[in-house]
């Protein structure tokens, strides 16, 4: 199951219909704070998140999320892409960038990397 966590809705729900039509299952969250307990989504086989939200941002979602689940990936998508960014992608081997406007072809080849277990950075 993939886990998207954005408050752009339109975003989320073309984002969700797309990885639906590539086969996941989705479910779909408009905040973190509308999470159940991280550390009870078993089942859960990437977790997707914008990284510009109100209240907690994408990047520390990710890390409560990994610290709950720590086999399971993330891809943070954002429109602020900048090199603190990069550079904390580039030390976590479970955190992968991807800059909106989404490309859905390279988004799509990122997420079968990632589930093929190869970073991308």
Not at 2 to 7: F, Q, R, S, T
Not at 64 to 73: I, K, M
Not at 80 to 98: E, I, N, T
Request: hydrophobic share 35%.
């Amino acid at each position: 199951m993939v886990l998207i966590v954005d408050d752009d809705e339109g975003f989320r729900h073309g984002l969700a219909e797309h990885l639906r039509e590539d086969g996941h299952s989705v479910r779909e969250y408009g905040s973190p704070a509308e999470l159940p307990s991280l550390d009870t989504l078993s089942g859960t086989t990437l977790l997707i998140t914008d990284y510009h939200m109100p209240g907690e941002d994408g990047l520390r979602l990710a890390e409560r999320f990994h610290h709950a689940n720590p086999q399971v990936p993330v891809i943070i998508v954002t429109a602020h892409w900048g090199q603190h960014l990069d550079a904390v992608a580039k030390k976590l081997d479970y955190l992968s960038l991807c800059q909106k406007p989404l490309d859905y072809f390279s988004f799509h080849e990122l997420v079968h990397r990632i589930s093929d277990g190869k970073k991308t950075g």
